[in-house]
């Protein structure tokens, strides 16, 4: 069960047919207090880049993109009452949604967490 | 004063979403039957309401505070209403 990241900062996380999203702990210290998060319906089919959650900081509001194409299947409701959660453990409990993706493969096609840290590095 | 007041057909006024969700600068207000009735002009979080707050023009007929609007935000409307100013009264005195 390893992690993969995107270039848009979200985390994906295979386990078993079920893949979990969120967004990497690089995201929320550069969003600062998440105060708002707009979470997928459950069911609706979503494409690999294409918007599938809101996250609002403080600072600004920004979208969370579909790291592989899939149907979502669960969303963690525990974050309406507290998004502050992203900011505490935001590749854990700070999850987003959760996915069924159409084709497993798009997740091996994306950075591991070394990849991720050397793209990160690069940004400075 | 007074008839530039009598003539003003937009008011600022304050504007607390229902939700959690903020509405940010530029955002549509819309009145109960859905007309356009203007605009977000700052929108955001306010730490001392621990929730979204807002300000922005509408026509002056709306204004009054406790007028139910609707801010369209990413294409959909959520529910706001009209409050009166400042959200939070100052608690310090000026010397």
């Known amino acids: 069960m390893t992690t993969r990241y995107t270039k848009d900062h979200e985390w994906i996380r295979l386990d078993g047919d079920v893949a979990t999203v969120g967004i990497s702990e690089h995201a929320q210290s550069a969003l600062g207090d998440i105060v708002y998060v707009e979470l997928p319906e459950i069911g609706k089919q979503v494409e690999q880049g294409g918007e599938a959650a809101v996250v609002e900081s403080v600072k600004a509001a920004s979208d969370v993109y579909a790291p592989v194409s899939g149907q979502v299947v669960a969303v963690n409701e525990a974050l309406d009452g507290s998004p502050a959660t992203i900011n505490e453990d935001a590749e854990g409990k700070g999850w987003f949604f959760r996915l069924r993706p159409s084709s497993p493969a798009q997740i091996d096609a994306l950075m591991t967490a070394e990849q991720y840290k050397e793209y990160l590095a690069t940004l400075e | ?95």
């Open chain 2, 1 to 95: 004063m007074r008839a530039a007041l009598a003539r003003a057909s937009r008011k600022r006024v304050g504007i607390k979403p229902d939700g959690r969700a903020p509405a940010r600068e530029g955002t549509e207000i819309k009145s109960a039957d859905g007309e356009t009735i203007g605009k977000v002009t700052s929108g955001g979080f306010g730490p001392s309401v621990n929730g979204p707050v807002a300000m922005g023009y509408v026509e002056t007929k709306l204004a009054a505070p406790g007028t139910p609007v609707a801010l369209i935000v990413r294409g959909k409307p959520l529910a706001a209403s009209v409050v009166a100013l400042p959200f939070v009264p100052h608690r310090y005195v000026r010397i």
